[in-house]
């Protein structure tokens, strides 16, 4: 055997303990680094809870007028053959005008929150990191200042994206099957177990997107 595939191989074996070992070493610290992940999401929902209750009160009756406005069509379509519309008419017309209303005020809303805690964060966390790091080159600052930033953006966009995308899904879930189950409980747990699929996949996507990245 020559020497040359003996270096090969070798090669080969150091390749794949290192990989193996990096593998173990990723599975052991992410959920040290998730837990202080959602913990830092949390704390800034908390330290941020006027904004927070402001959006997810101004969420809820989005969802609700956005919900009400499709009941008063099915009343108005159901109206048409006999004439009698009534106030329907009248009520269709301002949950229409009044629904666009609540989610553009929702946007700048979330908005207003997330450029101001993204300045603010980033502002107090490259404060800290340069105590931390009284002394260092021009090349270690720069690259502390990409983590810090890369991280405060983590955590803004995560909190952004749960007010904006997660909490209204929820929101509208919770309401749809409330109405379901008072009117028909079957049809409510029919809604409900449905919903395990996407969330099944969910999981599923999220499993594989952390293997791809590992």
């Given at each position: 055997m020559s020497d040359n595939s003996i270096s090969?191989?070798?090669?080969?074996?150091?390749?794949?303990?290192?990989?193996?070992?990096?593998?173990?070493?990723?599975?052991?610290?992410?959920?040290?680094?998730?837990s202080a992940f959602l913990r830092d999401v949390a704390r800034v929902l908390l330290e941020y809870k006027l904004y927070s209750v402001a959006v997810l009160?101004?969420?809820?009756?989005?969802?609700?007028?956005?919900?009400?406005?499709?009941?008063?069509?099915?009343?108005?379509?159901?109206?048409?053959?006999?004439?009698?519309?009534?106030?329907?008419?009248?009520?269709?017309?301002?949950?229409?005008?009044?629904?666009?209303g609540l989610v553009r005020a929702n946007i700048v809303l979330r908005h207003k929150m997330f450029y101001e805690t993204d300045f603010r964060r980033r502002v107090e966390w490259v404060l800290e990191v340069a105590d931390k790091r009284a002394s260092g080159g021009s090349e270690e600052a720069g690259a502390a200042y990409e983590r810090t930033v890369n991280a405060v953006g983590g955590i803004t966009n995560t909190?952004?994206?749960?007010?904006?995308?997660?909490?209204?899904?929820?929101?509208?879930?919770?309401?749809?099957?409330?109405?379901?189950?008072s009117y028909n409980r079957l049809l409510g747990v029919l809604y409900l177990v449905t919903l395990v699929i996407p969330a099944g996949m969910t999981v599923v996507f999220n499993r594989s997107l952390e293997s791809l990245r590992d």
């Amino acid at each position: 055997m020559s020497d040359n595939s003996i270096s090969v191989r070798a090669l080969r074996c150091s390749l794949v303990r290192y990989v193996r070992t990096a593998k173990q070493a990723t599975q052991t610290a992410r959920p040290t680094l998730h837990s202080a992940f959602l913990r830092d999401v949390a704390r800034v929902l908390l330290e941020y809870k006027l904004y927070s209750v402001a959006v997810l009160a101004l969420t809820a009756v989005q969802e609700f007028t956005g919900l009400w406005r499709v009941t008063l069509l099915g009343q108005f379509i159901d109206r048409l053959d006999s004439g009698a519309l009534g106030y329907v008419v009248w009520l269709f017309l301002a949950a229409s005008l009044l629904h666009p209303g609540l989610v553009r005020a929702n946007i700048v809303l979330r908005h207003k929150m997330f450029y101001e805690t993204d300045f603010r964060r980033r502002v107090e966390w490259v404060l800290e990191v340069a105590d931390k790091r009284a002394s260092g080159g021009s090349e270690e600052a720069g690259a502390a200042y990409e983590r810090t930033v890369n991280a405060v953006g983590g955590i803004t966009n995560t909190v952004y994206h749960v007010l904006g995308s997660f909490t209204p899904v929820i929101i509208t879930v919770v309401m749809v099957a409330g109405r379901l189950l008072s009117y028909n409980r079957l049809l409510g747990v029919l809604y409900l177990v449905t919903l395990v699929i996407p969330a099944g996949m969910t999981v599923v996507f999220n499993r594989s997107l952390e293997s791809l990245r590992d």
